[in-house]
């Protein structure tokens, strides 16, 4: 992609309404803007790394079976009431009335609708286990939305729900479905901590959630270096404070700072019973489906991985979800020289797959530095006509503060084995 | 991928309440199940295809420039009163009050959000053309929703936006759209005709139609078969009855009938004279900016290409759109020799990267052949004992009434040609 070409609006300062480190750096970088409270366009930087995340996701629900549908957002009453959570779910539900009065709900999470599609269209224990799973944009009316999409109202959310003739069947792919998110967060080149929680409005017996580590998270995070537990600090069996015994080996628990970013739920029989969503067992008896949903905020992993991966100048990307990874950066397009030089890059690097921006725009070559710092390329190639002159370039990472020089014919090797 | 491990529930007999011959296939074929009134939910077998189109439209947009971005749903009144069409649009958009009784709708198009984008971050006719658009579910609340997802009231569109300095640039922009648009439907495998239409609600200058051509389509099409002279009916303009002469070129018109699936707009300055967004141009002066948009409804493109291409046993997907490009039927999966044949099959297409749906049901033939034809896979290939006695399959193009008999060494390199 050539910027010039590009819709890239970065500003020099940080808005004056932003309330989180991402919020502003996600808007500095051109990758959002802000329509009205908790409601954000995403622009083309920021749409791209949004796909990566969920082209990482897509491939490990695939992989362990996901098969993927898209629900309806907007819902009908009766559904939600036949749950309770119209009665229950208060103001962060966003109910409307269509043109004949009807009432319904945009929806902020899909149990209701996938339970009634399963109990109308799945009759017999042959065909569970079944994974069912969808990508959309969900809206929760948030009392003070903020933290920019990170606790926005409107925002994108990959939601799954699994449906088991038995607690047994339930266990084993609510246990892949903790490995595909351990997969998912790995990829996504970040670090992270999956924790028990609490079920909140979702319900059911038991839940984990992800968090994304950082210091700037909102929750708290009890673990143990001794053992694998780790806990939400809302949990109300968990310990205090830093050095009480870890509840499961007796050894110091310490506490640390995450941002919840996916969430997965045994849910029993909780919506299944409810609904009367039933299926046949091998004796012909009817009983309600066992079930688990399994969600991650695409939008807010987004958001998370910018609170962990940043420094003064800007953004860090990790290279899996990084919107490009490469930035060439010619001191002067104008130049007849950089910019041939430039454009063979560029076009050898597209020609091996590699996302590349170009900064062709005529601007100083300070506006330049600061912008590819700030929107936090991995990689940044600098051509300038002093280096040319010794046919060589500038090769810079992003999280390294030092930049080395390459000789111009070397450069494509060695970006690509950077890249490896 | 193997269906026992698939959710299709496909439906022997044709649902009662659906009203159109598309709407009937996608239910009984598996791909959709109806919620409520004009809201549907889309299985993995109608997301597949729905995918398919998305991509091939995302392809094209990216090749002509468009910059893809994801805007909100839910929007807010002030903007739609800008430009007035809060009061005009009436009970088509689904309006609705937040927690704090501010309102909003549900966004049916985004011309008011996108345009107040441009006026808030496009500064100089430097940036400009500039063409965004997105993919997303949109929200018509139809007085009657009728033909499953071709009038249903949640939708999936792609919609376009493009700003520019002048006329004769937002001209050429607009040719390059109804061009990309025509590659569009062309790689979809559907027979279509781009028709000068009437503006509605988008307003503007001028517009187009992509009618998908099918004899149960709403629209009336005249055209001539002596110069491109093609237009909606409903066009005031237009010839009221077959024979009567071509507007253009004094030739007699016909009369045919098609499904709207796209439409382009020269919108001019409606909107950006409206809401003040301007740019400022070589002389500094401030001008609105000159717009046009571009619209696809994904949905009903699926819906659409059913009802071109269809007959008495169901759907024909044409090959580039189908959800799978091959079905193997084994006639006895139990049977270890087909069983082997079948899965070594399935292997070495899918190592060929061709989508494969492996009918590994414990369904007798004739159920499987019924629903392979239901579905509309382009080959399928039956493995049965007799067969393999003589070392054969059996390869079927749904197109075609006969079949043919292929020694099974030569199977992949046949279909392989067949699907190249």
Redesign the interface.
Known sequence: MKLS???L?TLKDNPTDADALSAKLMIRSGMI?K??SG??????LG??V?KKVENIIREEMNRI?G??????????KE?WEETGRWGIYG??L???K??KDAEFC?APTAEE?IT??AR??VRSYRELP?M?YQF??K?R?E?RPRFGVMRA??F?MKDAYSFHANEADAEATYGQALNAYKTIFERCGLKFRPVEAESGLIGGSFSHEFMVLADTGEEEIVSCDACPYAANKERADCPAKAGDPCPRCGAKVVFSRGIEVGHTFKLGTKYSAAMGATYLDEKGQKNPFVMGCYGIGVSRVVAAAIEQNNDANGILWPLPIAPFSVIITPINFDDPKTKEAALDLYNQLTGHGISVLLDDRPERAGVKFKDADLIGIPLRVVIGEKGLAKNQVEVKERKNPSAVEIPLGEAVPHLLKLLS
């Open positions: 070409r590009f819709f609006p803007r329509v009205a409601l954000y366009e995403w622009l083309p749409l791209s949004l079976g098969l993927e549908v898209w629900l309806p957002q907007i819902q009908p559904l103001k962060e966003l109910r409307l269509d043109r945009f609708v009634d599609l109308r269209e079944l069912l959309g944009t809206f009316d009392i109202r409107e994108y």
